[in-house]
C-alpha cells in the first residue's frame, strides 16, 4: 500500500513562505525519485520541480527558480519543498508524485501520487 501524503499548505501574504511536505509510506524514498507539480482549476497539471536518484540534482521549472528548493530526508522518509518570496501566481493545489529511479516522467506517466495539498498566496 505505497502512499504519499502532503502536507503544509494554507493561506499565506505575497512574499511570504511556506513549507510542503511529502511523506512516503509503504515504501522507502532511497530509490524513487519525487516530482512536484502545481494544478489550478481549468488548466493542466505543471512540473515545479523534479528530483532524481542518478545525480542528486533538483530542475526547476522557471517560474519558480531561485524562490523554491528542493529537499528530503531519508531517515524520516520525507520530501520537502521550501517555497520562498510566494507570488499570487504560485496559487495551486501543490501534489507530490514518485518514479522509481529513472528520468523524470511527464504527469500522466506517474502512478504514484499524493492526495494534493492548497497553496493560497493573497493578502
Known amino acids: 500500500q505505497p502512499q504519499l501524503v502532503e502536507s503544509g499548505g494554507g493561506l499565506v501574504q505575497p512574499g511570504g513562505s511556506l513549507r510542503l511536505s511529502c511523506v512516503a509510506t509503504?515504501?522507502?524514498?532511497?530509490?524513487?525519485?519525487i516530482g512536484w507539480f502545481r494544478q489550478v482549476p481549468g488548466k493542466e497539471r505543471e512540473e515545479v520541480s523534479c528530483?532524481?536518484?542518478?545525480?542528486?540534482?533538483?530542475r526547476y521549472a522557471e517560474s519558480v527558480k531561485g524562490r523554491f528548493t528542493f529537499s528530503r530526508d531519508i531517515d524520516k522518509n520525507a520530501n520537502y519543498l521550501e517555497m520562498n518570496n510566494l507570488k499570487s501566481e504560485d496559487t495551486a493545489v501543490y501534489y507530490c508524485?514518485?518514479?522509481?529511479?529513472?528520468?523524470?516522467?511527464?504527469?500522466?506517466?506517474?502512478?504514484?501520487w499524493g492526495q494534493g495539498t492548497q497553496v493560497t498566496v493573497s493578502s
Open positions: 528530483f532524481t536518484t542518478s545525480d542528486g540534482h533538483t
Open positions: 508524485a514518485a518514479f522509481y529511479n529513472g528520468r523524470c516522467l511527464l504527469p500522466s506517466d506517474y502512478d504514484r
Open positions: 509503504g515504501f522507502g524514498l532511497k530509490y524513487y525519485g
